[in-house]
């Protein structure tokens, strides 16, 4: 068996995720400081991806990233190179696909935290770069792990928006949804059920790990005024 | 040193408008629950900015809206310590007093001075879920001081302790207090805190603050109607000044002699539930009162009664004697009781 499809899926949704854990930190440390109105409309645009049909968001980066769209001509006329089509758009894709379930979790994080907590800092005299990045940062870890497996699982998945921007080339672009969709196209249900199975796994393994998050979440409660010795 | 305060905020709800001289010295933030105390101590610290105003901590402007002074809280060195500590739980309790350290050369050398001076030791290596509400206060004060404050805020630093914990820790913070050399605010709702902890106290009056004035005086002779049952009183009545220093006590039906001065704007009177005596007759600033109902307390009996002016609502009146003095009586249908005219309050509602 051909293992190429999920070394690119891996690969994809790994590259993906890295990106998507920074910029959905930064867009939800953003916007949950930002005054009442004008985060209700950003958060609307933020979480765009998550209700609309990959497909449109396909169509959208293939008039960007296309060979006539503003990015593939400059990529074309800087490097005299043609992104779509290969497996690197897909990392565009997945990005925008997984973005919005970063932020929503981190930002959900955010705000539930004590707000206390930034205000001792402050008032002890540590900048607010401080405080994000050895308070803010350490207290939401649940939410931050919460949101980068929820990303790299739907990464993982990512079919419609993948499809459109790399196609299905084997040994190129190939990715395991994209394959298992070839393989039923040809007949080959074989093949296309270990696929599956392999599809599963990866699935099952994701769901156990957020599982897990989510109990010692849980157990995790700061409690204040009892003992625990 | 002298904290000066002289702020307004405006709510949906209500307006803040506080402006109050705190000395080197603890001074008391009485207020009932929802009256802008915590807010007060949130614009001092600049976790909260008043619409208007200035406040003043020794020769630094902290915040002055008519010249555009706006300290962040970390310019301010103002010490404040949090309802629920705001210790971080993922540091432990030495790392969490390291964080206060203003310099970073002596850091080390501030934290083993006040992990000693606190007592310490034995829990530095422990995170914040692993102490008692007691050690958590302690280490959240040391940390305070380890960034050096030039005043504090302490906010109902009792709330979130048992009762039982809550004396001993008392003791410790009042030993603490006395060694700060800055202004204190301490907010509370607690009349008993501020009897133990302040030298003078200011009352907040739904977002309004009245004179600062010294403990014992809120106590013996409060002048308004908020700092009368803030400081514990339970029986008041409305009152309209009569000629010759009389006043008529509209709810309790009757007319007094009041031997304290009576002020312009006269509006209710007080007197305090132990005040109240039985004597054996009619007489001057007498009354006679059906008893309503007798409840035991745990070292009192508590005695509801009735006035001439009637059995409900302020025209009861709440007597507190010792156990032994009750039962001497021998379960009497109605009393004669004298209200002295040295343990009258006349009472002003500046507000109202």
Same mark, same amino acid.
């Not at chain 2, 607690?190 to 014992?216: F, I, T, W």
């Given at each position: 068996?051909?293992?190429?499809?999920?070394?690119?899926?891996?690969?994809?949704?790994?590259?993906?995720?890295?990106?998507?854990?920074?910029?959905?930190?930064?867009?939800?440390?953003?916007?949950?400081?930002? $005054?009442?109105?004008?985060?209700?409309?950003?958060?609307?645009?933020?979480?765009?991806?998550?209700?609309?049909?990959?497909?449109?968001?396909?169509?959208?980066?293939?008039?960007?990233? @296309?060979?006539?769209?503003?990015?593939?001509?400059?990529?074309?006329?800087?490097?005299?190179?043609?992104?779509?089509?290969?497996?690197?758009?897909?990392?565009?894709?997945?990005?925008?696909?997984?973005? $919005?379930?970063?932020?929503?979790?981190?930002?959900?994080?955010?705000?539930?935290?004590?707000?206390?907590?930034?205000?001792?800092?402050?008032?002890?005299?540590?900048?607010?770069?401080?405080?994000?990045?050895?308070?803010?940062?350490?207290?939401?870890?649940?939410?931050?792990?919460?949101?980068?497996?929820?990303?790299?699982?739907?990464?993982?998945?990512?079919?419609?928006?993948?499809?459109?921007?790399?196609?299905?080339?084997?040994?190129?672009?190939?990715?395991?949804?994209?394959?298992?969709?070839?393989?039923?196209?040809?007949?080959?249900?074989?093949?296309?059920?270990?696929?599956?199975?392999?599809?599963?796994?990866?699935?099952?393994?994701?769901?156990?790990?957020?599982?897990?998050?989510?109990?010692?979440?849980?157990?995790?409660?700061?409690?204040?005024?009892?003992?625990?010795? | 040193?002298?904290?000066?305060?002289?702020?307004?905020?405006?709510?949906?709800?209500?307006?803040?408008?506080?402006?109050?001289?705190? @000395?080197?010295?603890?001074?008391?933030?009485?207020?009932?629950?929802?009256?802008?105390?915590?807010?007060?101590?949130?614009?001092?610290?600049?976790?909260?900015?008043?619409?208007?105003?200035?406040?003043?901590?020794?020769?630094?402007?902290?915040?002055?809206?008519?010249?555009?002074?706006?300290?962040?809280?970390?310019?301010?060195?103002?010490?404040?310590?949090?309802?629920?500590?705001?210790?971080?739980?993922?540091?432990?309790?030495?790392?969490?007093?390291?964080?206060?350290?203003?310099?970073?050369?002596?850091?080390?050398?501030?934290?083993?001075?006040?992990?000693?001076?606190?007592?310490?030791?034995?829990?530095?290596?422990?995170?914040?879920?692993?102490?008692?509400?007691?050690?958590?206060?302690?280490?959240?004060?040391?940390?305070?001081?380890?960034?050096?404050?030039?005043?504090?805020?302490?906010?109902?630093?009792?709330?979130?302790?048992?009762?039982?914990?809550?004396?001993?820790?008392?003791?410790?913070?009042?030993?603490?207090?006395?060694?700060?050399?800055?202004?204190?605010?301490?907010?509370?709702?607690?009349?008993?805190?501020?009897?133990?902890?302040?030298?003078?106290?200011?009352?907040?009056?739904?977002?309004?603050?009245?004179?600062?004035?010294?403990?014992?005086?809120?106590?013996?002779?409060?002048?308004?109607?908020?700092?009368?049952?803030?400081?514990?009183?339970?029986?008041?009545?409305?009152?309209?000044?009569?000629?010759?220093?009389?006043?008529?006590?509209?709810?309790?039906?009757?007319?007094?002699?009041?031997?304290?001065?009576?002020?312009?704007?006269?509006?209710?009177?007080?007197?305090?539930?132990?005040?109240?005596?039985?004597?054996?007759?009619?007489?001057?600033?007498?009354?006679?009162?059906?008893?309503?109902?007798?409840?035991?307390?745990?070292?009192?009996?508590?005695?509801?009664?009735?006035?001439?002016?009637?059995?409900?609502?302020?025209?009861?009146?709440?007597?507190?004697?010792?156990?032994?003095?009750?039962?001497?009586?021998?379960? $009497?249908?109605?009393?004669?009781?004298?209200?002295?005219?040295?343990?009258?309050?006349?009472?002003?509602?500046?507000?109202?």
């Amino acid at each position: 068996m051909d293992w190429y499809p999920l070394l690119n899926s891996l690969r994809i949704a790994l590259i993906a995720t890295a990106c998507t854990f920074f910029l959905g930190i930064l867009a939800a440390h953003w916007v949950s400081r930002l $005054p009442r109105g004008i985060k209700g409309v950003l958060d609307c645009v933020l979480t765009l991806p998550l209700v609309l049909p990959p497909t449109v968001v396909g169509f959208f980066l293939l008039k960007l990233m @296309g060979p006539n769209g503003p990015m593939g001509r400059l990529l074309l006329a800087l490097w005299n190179k043609k992104i779509t089509m290969t497996w690197h758009a897909s990392i565009l894709a997945v990005v925008i696909v997984t973005f $919005p379930l970063m932020y929503r979790t981190v930002r959900g994080a955010f705000e539930a935290f004590d707000q206390n907590l930034i205000h001792a800092g402050q008032t002890l005299g540590r900048s607010n770069t401080w405080i994000f990045w050895r308070v803010l940062l350490p207290g939401c870890k649940q939410g931050l792990m919460a949101g980068t497996v929820l990303a790299f699982a739907r990464g993982l998945g990512e079919y419609g928006a993948t499809s459109m921007v790399s196609g299905y080339t084997p040994g190129r672009t190939a990715t395991i949804s994209t394959t298992v969709y070839q393989l039923w196209r040809e007949g080959n249900d074989a093949q296309a059920y270990q696929w599956v199975l392999v599809n599963l796994a990866i699935s099952f393994a994701v769901l156990v790990s957020i599982n897990l998050l989510e109990r010692r979440q849980k157990n995790r409660r700061w409690p204040v005024g009892d003992s625990e010795v | 040193m002298t904290l000066s305060i002289d702020i307004r905020k405006r709510f949906e709800k209500f307006k803040l408008s506080v402006s109050l001289e705190a @000395g080197v010295q603890v001074t008391g933030l009485l207020g009932a629950s929802g009256c802008g105390k915590s807010m007060t101590l949130k614009c001092v610290a600049g976790i909260e900015t008043p619409d208007e105003g200035r406040i003043v901590l020794g020769d630094r402007v902290l915040f002055d809206s008519a010249r555009h002074i706006n300290l962040s809280p970390q310019q301010r060195r103002v010490g404040y310590l949090f309802q629920s500590y705001a210790l971080f739980p993922n540091m432990t309790a030495a790392q969490n007093i390291a964080v206060g350290g203003r310099d970073r050369h002596r850091r080390n050398e501030t934290v083993e001075r006040l992990i000693a001076s606190f007592y310490l030791e034995d829990l530095a290596g422990k995170y914040p879920r692993q102490l008692s509400g007691g050690q958590q206060q302690r280490v959240a004060l040391a940390r305070i001081l380890a960034s050096e404050p030039e005043a504090l805020l302490l906010d109902e630093p009792f709330s979130a302790l048992d009762s039982y914990l809550k004396w001993q820790v008392e003791l410790e913070l009042m030993d603490l207090l006395a060694q700060f050399s800055g202004p204190v605010l301490f907010v509370t709702h607690s009349r008993d805190e501020v009897y133990h902890l302040c030298q003078s106290v200011c009352v907040l009056n739904k977002g309004r603050s009245e004179a600062v004035q010294p403990v014992q005086t809120l106590f013996e002779s409060p002048a308004t109607l908020s700092a009368c049952l803030l400081s514990g009183c339970k029986n008041i009545s409305r009152a309209q000044a009569l000629p010759g220093g009389r006043v008529r006590a509209l709810d309790w039906g009757t007319e007094l002699a009041c031997a304290h001065p009576l002020p312009d704007r006269l509006a209710y009177l007080g007197i305090r539930a132990h005040y109240l005596r039985p004597v054996d007759g009619p007489g001057e600033n007498r009354i006679l009162c059906p008893v309503l109902r007798v409840v035991e307390d745990v070292f009192s009996t508590v005695v509801m009664l009735a006035t001439p002016g009637g059995a409900a609502g302020y025209s009861r009146l709440r007597m507190e004697l010792p156990k032994e003095d009750w039962a001497a009586l021998g379960r $009497p249908g109605a009393i004669w009781l004298e209200l002295r005219p040295g343990d009258l309050l006349p009472l002003t509602d500046p507000f109202s």
